[in-house]
């Protein structure tokens, strides 16, 4: 990534993160910075991505150099090692100490946080700022895409060094993750006495590695324009919202995409039946294998539904396990596939007991059944109290599956609902319920099981949303018209075109909480 062998307009952009697929995933974080990278190519920015040397990342990397070789924190020395994987390139932080451990990125075997996660984060920003101060030759990025709070104080290394470096662009893809350490920390962070104040990176007596992105960052992007709306909200924003409000000119939400080149049923290996986009009939085998492979009656007419979810309260799964008795009916099937909650994955694995023809679940998570199941399943449930962006429903859509959804953050954006005239006009593309509690979602279900009944209806919904555009394609577009607004470039409304972006600024004036 060298500005100096670059082709004219291009964009160099350096993306950090704590994750990426097919490297190291724990949910869609993970899918967004390995599918973007891909769709920003079409628009003329080239992404490198900068990631933790975790043993999958560092066997996945293909003819690595070592490019540099430094101490960018006390007691803490880094190899920086350039190479490509999955088509992606890369540049890797070896740090044996930090990072080549079991568990994944943010837990230990036993499930536990690291206790050196603020360290181990602390290194990803601190090695990203180094880079956009141009002190590694081998990448010399125009612009910094920081992903999330683990990524957070890159832009406050950069703010307080002082020296020349390239914008940092922060995403925000959830909120309610917000990295926060004990002040004691401040020294190890690399961080002077005076960043721990209110206008720094202190956060309610703590070292906020969320709230500091967000503080010194050039711009703020989030996943959904709705989602960018409501955490400028108390009930939504986290204790952050403030912030938010105050910093709402540079606040931004562009929504996510998926790579319709994974997302493909014609060509998903884990489909047992392929079948092309679209062909709402080509379904009907792989309802019949999922059915058989869960243990459930094979019943063509059961409008059979499936959760694919991680189980926790943000997702909504216990509202689904309150009310599964009142929709388990003779003509309705669920299949629950997941983990999280130990409580949450006790009680699904007692309805399965208690309703073992009508409902079923798998405990744990593996990519071919997250690909599997929407390629069975009539209906995605999909009960989220709250949700930046959501991929699943964008999946669900592509396999002509139809997401049943709570009407919050992206959700909202990408499912028109099947009310009387969305369905008159031939536009539905799946059912929204609000607010998200048991009686709603209760009558969201029979809605659809309503629906269901009229095989016409419910393949001209199936059909809507496998037709529906899920790709990056215009979020790219809208993604590289931000770099170039940030840069400074004069072509920002080059090839122009319809965008699912919203500048976002609160519908009133309101004072900035005090943080």
């Not at 003329?44 to 070592?66: F, Q």
């Not at 006390?74 to 390139?89: M, N």
């Not at 999922?290 to 979810?309: N, R, T």
Request: aromatic share 8%.
């Amino acid at each position: 990534m060298d500005r100096h062998h670059q082709a004219p307009g291009s964009i160099r952009v350096l993306s950090v993160a704590s994750e990426m697929f097919p490297f190291v995933k724990t949910g869609g974080l993970g899918d967004v910075v390995g599918s973007l990278p891909v769709a920003l190519r079409a628009e003329g920015v080239m992404v490198t991505t900068l990631l933790p040397g975790y043993p999958a990342v560092l066997d996945a990397l293909e003819g690595p150099v070592r490019v540099a070789e430094f101490t960018p924190l006390p007691d803490v020395t880094v190899s920086l090692l350039d190479g490509h994987a999955a088509g992606h390139h890369l540049l890797v932080i070896d740090c044996p100490a930090l990072f080549r451990r079991k568990g994944n990125p943010y837990l230990g075997p036993d499930g536990a946080d690291w206790p050196d996660n603020g360290l181990r984060f602390a290194t990803l920003s601190r090695v990203a700022a180094t880079i956009a101060q141009g002190q590694v030759a081998a990448c010399l990025p125009d612009l910094v895409l920081a992903h999330d709070w683990q990524a957070g104080l890159t832009a406050a290394y950069t703010h307080y060094d002082g020296l020349p470096a390239a914008p940092v662009v922060h995403t925000i893809h959830n909120i309610a993750f917000q990295g926060r350490f004990p002040a004691a920390d401040l020294a190890n962070f690399g961080l002077p006495p005076h960043a721990f104040a209110i206008d720094g990176v202190e956060y309610h007596g703590d070292i906020g590695f969320l709230k500091a992105g967000l503080h010194f960052a050039t711009w703020i992007t989030t996943v959904s324009p709705t989602y960018a709306r409501e955490i400028q909200q108390p009930e939504w924003g986290m204790g952050l919202d403030g912030l938010l409000r105050a910093r709402s000119d540079r606040l931004i939400g562009i929504l996510n995409g998926i790579d319709t080149d994974d997302w493909n049923p014609a060509t998903d290996p884990a489909v047992l039946f392929p079948y092309q986009v679209g062909d709402i009939r080509g379904r009907r085998p792989n309802k019949r294998a999922f059915q058989a492979e869960f243990g459930l009656p094979q019943d063509p007419d059961v409008f059979l539904l499936g959760l694919v979810s991680r189980l926790t309260g943000q997702k909504g799964v216990d509202i689904l396990a309150d009310i599964a008795p009142r929709i388990l009916d003779d003509r309705t099937q669920l299949v629950v596939v997941g983990s999280g909650d130990a409580a949450m994955e006790q009680a699904f694995a007692r309805l399965s007991r208690r309703y073992p023809d009508r409902l079923a679940c798998h405990i744990g998570y593996s990519e071919q059944l997250g690909h599997r199941i929407q390629a069975s399943v009539d209906g995605l449930l999909i009960p989220s109290r709250f949700e930046p962006c959501g991929l699943t429903q964008l999946c669900a859509a592509r396999y002509g599956c139809v997401p049943i959804a709570a009407r919050v953050g992206g959700l909202a954006d990408t499912i028109i609902d099947a009310n009387q005239a969305a369905m008159t006009s031939n536009v539905a593309t799946g059912l929204l319920f609000s607010p998200t509690d048991g009686d709603t979602l209760v009558n969201a279900v029979r809605r659809g099981a309503n629906l269901y009944r009229d095989r016409a209806r419910w393949m001209a919904l199936q059909r809507n949303a496998a037709h529906y555009d899920v790709s990056w394609g215009h979020k790219a577009h809208e993604y590289a018209q931000l770099f170039r607004r940030v840069l400074g470039r004069n072509d920002i409304a080059a090839n122009d075109h319809d965008h699912d972006v919203l500048l976002v600024r609160p519908r009133a004036r309101v004072r900035a909480n005090s943080l």
